[in-house]
T-cell receptor, first 114, second 113 residues
Framework: GESVGLHLPTLSVQEGDNSIINCAYSNSASDYFIWYKQESGKGPQFIIDIRSNMDKRQGQRVTVLLNKTVKHLSLQIAATQPGDSAVYFCAENGSGGGADGLTFGKGTHLIIQP | IAGITQAPTSQILAAGRRMTLRCTQDMRHNAMYWYRQDLGLGLRLIHYSNTAGTTGKGEVPDGYSVSRANTDDFPLTLASAVPSQTSVYFC????????????FGEGSRLTVL
């Protein structure tokens, strides 16, 4: 079936370095993608989103890249800080026509080393 | 600004008991959702509602029911809890179904013994 997944379950980076978290999706009907951050014991929080008519979108210290040709999504975090330590989820809206919520990947745990 | 409020935050429940997880939003969002989160499986959609008076099944609806009597409330009921329903449950809302950001509550941790 259609699924959204992440290449690596855990990513360890040095504080101050850039982080890149990857996501593969398989539903070509998806036209909206979103990244969430989840800190321990809390609900997911919105980071950034992108629509399929774009291939790049920038926020504060974060950039999302979308490659529709290979169905790949990535989240880049610049100058990673200790507060960036969390699980990151990508999500897409293509499954079931979109009206029934987002389909989430399984998450990548970002660990920041001092 | 409260956003999404879930209750209880944590509950231990005997198998076979009935349980309702409450969810209230104060953002006047049309769409609401219930997800469960399990290690290694991520967030999976249980049920959703695109507007008051309507509901739909998600990826894992069995053993759960929902109602949407008004815009603000979206309770999730386990009619007869089983241990496999041990999970963290997240309620979410969005302005419209199918697009846009989902706003999540802080979760309800349920343990079924």
């Amino acid at each position: 079936g259609e699924s959204v997944g992440l290449h690596l379950p855990t990513l360890s980076v040095q504080e101050g370095d850039n982080s890149i978290i990857n996501c593969a999706y398989s539903n070509s009907a998806s036209d909206y993608f979103i990244w969430y951050k989840q800190e321990s014991g809390k609900g997911p929080q919105f980071i950034i989103d992108i629509r399929s008519n774009m291939d790049k979108r920038q926020g504060q210290r974060v950039t999302v890249l979308l490659n529709k040709t290979v169905k790949h999504l990535s989240l880049q975090i610049a100058a990673t800080q200790p507060g960036d330590s969390a699980v990151y989820f990508c999500a897409e809206n293509g499954s079931g026509g979109g009206a029934d919520g987002l389909t989430f990947g399984k998450g990548t745990h970002l660990i920041i080393q001092p | 600004i409260a956003g999404i409020t879930q209750a209880p935050t944590s509950q231990i429940l005997a198998a076979g008991r009935r349980m309702t997880l409450r969810c209230t939003q104060d953002m006047r969002h049309n769409a609401m959702y219930w997800y469960r989160q399990d290690l290694g499986l991520g967030l999976r959609l249980i049920h959703y509602s695109n507007t008051a008076g309507t509901t739909g099944k998600g990826e894992v609806p069995d053993g759960y029911s929902v109602s949407r009597a008004n815009t603000d409330d979206f309770p999730l009921t386990l009619a007869s809890a089983v241990p496999s329903q041990t999970s963290v449950y997240f309620c979410a809302s969005s302005r419209q179904g199918g697009t846009g950001e989902l706003f999540f509550g802080e979760g309800s941790r349920l343990t079924v013994l």
